[in-house]
């Protein structure tokens, strides 16, 4: 069958890696897709938020089943567009309504939903303009540090860790008053602030069952040590150590059962991923937020981790028979390492012309477009994330290994990678 895959970042040339290795792939498009995703199928520049454009590209090329990468056009509803088509009917769309994919797209939802369904998360209270006095003193007597939240999708920046009463007042007052998250935090979330380590596991859902993935580790500061400031992601590890059989079962019983349970009791219509970003306090796990689409760079660990057919395993989403199915695993470690533009996460150039994409890489290692771009020929930089390297190896250090090894080949100005992923194992 013909294949779509919306987005452009790391995760969907992973994702495009993978789809393409599917027997059931005939041809595979990318949209808009990144220079990486082009040696994997056709990109088309059209942008994932067009409802009526990505149609007419479905019904011209004969798609039969469209996979959709980022959350944005999830929140914004496109598989109910989808659904409601009478032309789009037969096509296969993977993600989940606009209605569920609330889990990620608020806050609030994803909170009101936990507590439906007793699965473990820190203790919170909602505040808008309506109750914004009643905030103010919830601040006041709430043990520090305190956790806000914004609603709403604030591109990873939404949430604030807040060390004093003071800061957090002043915070909750810019973010309700003063919209500094726009419409995003005209809601705010209050929560008790968690002390752990965080992972995050994936699982493939038709809303009924679900096929669990690969685990992995992401590491989102800037700097080595875990220091400066946040990135979308700097890289990656999978499997994830700590999260070994006796961990991982509370993580089924405590967490993912209970959340599958009730997509199902509520009549969620959910056919794809769900990312349950967890940390673990002592040796139990807590939720602290749910996506409703695969992690970036986790998916750079993931995909390359998952030994069963990805189509197949789409497919079965989409028919409800996912609970008949087997995933296999790779049982070597995977890595990735992330290669980013010189003064992210501030303000940095694009356009910068890449060397080194020539080089053979070790045939344990993968490369993985993010922001990058085709002009006159010549591969450039063109966003934040540029580029990753994942490797197998039998360890975590073995594999970074290589993967540093195989980023010294490759250059383009300001270049800047961590050298430490996966420094605490
Ligand atoms: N209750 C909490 N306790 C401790 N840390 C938290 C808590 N909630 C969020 N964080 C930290 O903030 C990060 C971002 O929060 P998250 O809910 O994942 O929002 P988003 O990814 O949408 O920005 C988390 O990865 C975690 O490091
Ligand atoms: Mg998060």
Redesign the pocket.
Known sequence: MNILLLGSGGREHALAWKLVQSAHCDQLFIAPGNAGTAQCGTNVALSATDFPAVKDFVLKNGIGLVLVGPEEPLVKGITDFFRKDESLKQVVIIGPSQYAAQLEGSKAFAKQFMQRHNIPT?AYREFDASNFNDGVEYLKQHALPV?L?ADGLAA?K??L?CQTTEEAVSEFEQMIQQSKFGEASKKVVV????SGI?LSVFVLTDGKSYALLPEAKDYKRIGEGDTGLNTGGMGAVSPVPFADQSFMKKVVEQIIDPTVKGLEKENFDYKGFVFF?L?KVGNDPYV??YNCRMGDPETEVVMPRLASDLVEMLLAADNGTLAQLKVEQDPRVACTVMAVSGGYPGDYKKGLPINGLDNTLPADSLLFHAGTGIRNGITETAGGRVLCVTSYGNSIKEAVGKSRKALEQISYEGMYYRNDIGYEF
């Open positions: 820190a956790v939240k990873g939404g949430v860790i929560e008790a602030f968690l965080e970003g940390i602290i937020e």
